[in-house]
């Protein structure tokens, strides 16, 4: 039998209603053996994440400021969980560890992770499953710095002990014991690890979409799902902004040749997205999606005889890092460079930049162009198509897009405009009406 681990967000495990939905389907395959679970996430629009509020707790804290009160809401949540889905885990006591461990100073991190322990502990006497922690197997070096392989061999040697088991996302412990947490969204990480270390043949990640969407239904009515998407498909995908799922998931699943299935709690029946190594082109589809991304710059370099002087691209990039800015694209002409950079990277740098710009490179002229959008057109099936770019410019040009950069990975599988931002859901909707909507 194929052994799955099942990963729920907050989302799946908000409220009562939806850990029912969570035992309907593992209980649908006894294959899931390993779920790993989020701190109950929003209930409805105007409701707050668990998590959030634990983080909130320790602001107040901080700040000397009145705690008592977020600290019940909390624990109602929980108290409520335990009594609409008739367990016992014993909330009442848990909230005064968690009381006396604040008073002594507790963490962000630890505060924060209580989210998913008890979240865990819940769903496992809900599912019949044993809850195992992640404390002292999840590990990181007293730096903070997350260990892959001490990591996969604690998880591997005591889930082997276990025939079945709910496990919290979202944390592990440095050596000292103390509370570590991933960054923001950090299940899907555990959920990757989790699946390495036992193994399993897919990772499961349940949510609440229907997997990857062709295009931000923000910018497209009803885009189609992607069914199949390569790791670097993904990669170029969630670069650009679509995120669905933790940057950092993808590692571990991809070292042990596991797939990631996307799936919605709400909408079991719906295959959702498969990420994995599988480069083939699907049912001859050349675009696999389209993603952008708003707020860049581009900083336009000019200098006469640019190209036969040596060491300037490194003299500008040395100057980028000593500012620490990343930089996004680096197009070229003969005489000129453009570097495009996210705004967020530039907000109180940009006037210092452009002055050690000025003092060091001796160019001709430096130009800002600001409100610049990136678009990504991504898929393997545009490699092996002769005319891609062509219908791609053709579409923009149609739309009265003006493109102001373009750029052609060497793997062809992705194609990179840069538009004003002014035109960027015009240019996503030429595309997708281009190449999506046109083949179905
Ligand atoms: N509960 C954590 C968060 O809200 C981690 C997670 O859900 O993945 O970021």
Redesign the pocket.
């Known amino acids: 039998m194929a052994v799955v681990v099942a990963k729920f967000?907050?989302s799946s495990a908000a409220d009562g209603i939806q850990i029912r939905k969570i035992k309907a389907i593992v209980d649908s395959d006894p294959g899931k053996r390993y779920i790993v679970v989020?701190?109950p996430?929003k209930r409805f629009s105007a409701d707050s994440?668990?998590?959030?509020m634990l983080y909130l707790l320790k602001t107040q804290i901080d700040v000397s400021a009145p705690y008592e009160q977020v600290l019940q809401v909390v624990k109602e949540r929980f108290l409520g969980l335990e009594a609409d889905l008739g367990v016992d885990v014993g909330i009442a006591d848990e909230f005064s560890v968690i009381e006396k461990k604040l008073k002594d100073g507790a963490s962000a991190d630890y505060l924060?992770s209580r989210?998913?322990y008890l979240s865990a502990k819940v769903i496992a006497a809900f599912l019949g499953y044993e809850f195992v922690d992640t404390a002292g197997l999840v590990l990181f070096n007293e730096k903070g710095k997350f260990l892959h392989d001490e990591t996969d061999a604690a998880l591997g040697a005591t889930l082997a002990k276990y025939e079945r088991a709910v496990i919290p996302?979202?944390y592990g412990t440095t050596p000292d014991g103390n509370i570590k947490t991933?960054s923001?969204?950090?299940?899907?990480i555990t959920g990757a690890l989790v699946a390495r270390a036992v193994k399993a043949d897919v990772y499961e990640n349940w949510t609440d979409v229907s997997g990857f969407l062709m295009a931000d239904p923000r910018v497209i009515e009803n885009p189609k799902a992607i069914k199949n998407l390569s790791y670097k498909e993904l990669r170029e995908l969630s670069y650009m902004g679509a995120s669905v799922l933790?940057e950092n998931a993808i590692y571990p699943a991809r070292l042990a040749g596991i797939p990631i299935n996307i799936r919605n709690t709400n909408l079991p029946d719906d295959p959702g997205t498969i990420i994995s190594a599988d480069d083939e082109v699907h049912g001859g589809q050349i675009v696999t999606g389209i993603a952008g991304n708003k707020d860049f710059i581009v900083i336009g370099i000019h200098k006469n005889m640019m190209s036969n002087e040596i060491g300037f691209i490194k003299l500008i990039l040395s100057i980028l890092e000593d500012y620490k800015i990343p930089i996004e694209h680096i197009p070229s002409g003969i005489d000129t460079v453009s570097l495009v950079i996210a705004k967020k990277y530039l907000d109180d740098k940009l006037d210092d930049l452009l002055e050690e710009f000025e003092k060091k490179l001796g160019a001709d002229s430096i130009e800002i162009f600001e409100n610049m959008s990136l678009i990504a057109t991504v898929g393997h099936g545009m490699a092996s198509v002769q005319g891609v770019a062509a219908k791609l410019f053709n579409s923009l040009t149609e739309a009265g897009v003006n493109i102001r950069m373009i750029d052609q990975g060497s793997s062809e599988m992705n194609i990179i405009v840069g538009v004003e931002t002014k035109d960027f859901e015009t240019a996503i909707r030429a595309i997708y009406d281009a190449f999506v909507a046109e083949s179905s």
């Open positions: 967000g907050g989020s701190a996430g994440k668990v998590t959030d924060a989210g998913e996302g979202f991933f923001r969204g950090g299940s899907d933790h």
